[in-house]
């Protein structure tokens, strides 16, 4: 759970960064392409090709491509299709995603999960929902597919962990993800980028690189190797804690709008969906012991 609430903590600073620096300012699809490279280029120097089998190596590619290149690709084109508020509201969904693929791969239907997951949806909505323009119906979609690949990559992440020896150290294999996910996004950047909307100022290029080398590189590592060390429950639930993160970082250092009460009000049920997870997971532990 450290290395949720860590990353959680990380990304909430980033998702400011990206908006006030990088929006509207830079190329969406360049800007993912240098994360994803430098990420690469953070885990290429202790990559051990030998640790994996063929097969294993394939798996840990196209988890990157699903989670980081077309969640991106996703991300980024449901901004043409939506206003910002409607787009991080649709996000708020992700739990439920968690929860479901993390039954279907591990061959199990665990309803509590739904339970808590549909709690931290709410909480989010609490706090993100503005209202809805008529014609969303296709961005809405959009959005799903991005939250979809995400899920899958986090649950892909922990079923591909059970089968690995637990001696293994991961970030000796960690590379083949950001590799697989720059098959993606290179033709990506170079069927769909605007190469005239390069960084233009060293605080751009600053802030790249920090999303690149640490947000991107540590966090989806850390982030991932969390997702093997909690429960679905968990996982799900925090996939939602960025979103009152976020905004409490953005209110405090760029003094954004904020409705204080519902962020108050979101934070507390998400929370709650949380210790409310762990006294269940506690109470079966016990049982089961």
């Known amino acids: 759970m450290g290395y949720l609430i860590g990353v959680t903590a990380l990304w909430a600073f980033s998702f400011s960064l990206i908006g006030v620096y990088l929006a509207g300012q830079v190329d969406s699809y360049f800007a993912v392409l240098m994360r994803v490279s430098l990420a690469a280029l953070v885990f290429l120097p202790f990559l051990r090709p030998s640790l994996l089998v063929g097969r294993q190596r394939l798996v840990l590619m196209g988890l990157g491509a699903v989670q980081l290149g ?84 986090q649950v892909g992440y922990r079923r591909l962990s059970v089968a690995l020896p637990a001696e293994l150290p991961r970030h000796s294999v960690f590379a083949w993800f ?18 005239a909307s390069l960084p233009s ?11 690149g080398l640490v947000a991107s590189g540590l966090g989806y590592f850390l982030w991932n190797l969390g997702a093997t060390r909690v429960d679905a429950g968990a996982l799900a639930i925090m996939n939602n804690a960025l979103i009152p993160a976020g905004l409490a970082v953005n209110l405090v250092i760029w003094n954004r709008d904020a409705d204080l009460m519902r962020l108050a009000l979101g934070g507390a049920i998400i929370l709650g969906s949380l210790i409310l997870n762990e006294w269940w997971l506690r109470r079966r532990v016990a049982a089961a012991a």
């Open 178 to 195: 950001y590799l697989g996910a720059l098959i993606v996004v290179l033709p990506a950047f170079g069927l769909l980028g605007n190469a």
């Open 70 to 153: 077309i969640m991106y690709i996703f991300f980024y084109q449901s901004f043409l299709l939506l206003t910002v508020p409607e787009v991080l509201l649709f996000t708020i969904f992700t739990p439920l995603y968690v929860t479901l693929l993390d039954d279907a791969l591990f061959g199990r239907f665990t309803p509590f999960y739904l339970l808590t997951a549909a709690l931290a949806v709410l909480g989010a909505a609490v706090i993100r929902y503005d209202g809805l323009d008529s014609g969303f119906w296709l961005g809405f979609l959009v959005v799903q597919g991005a939250n979809f690949c995400f899920a899958l990559g």
């Open 201 to 211: 100022t060293g605080v751009q290029w600053g802030v790249l690189a920090w999303l």
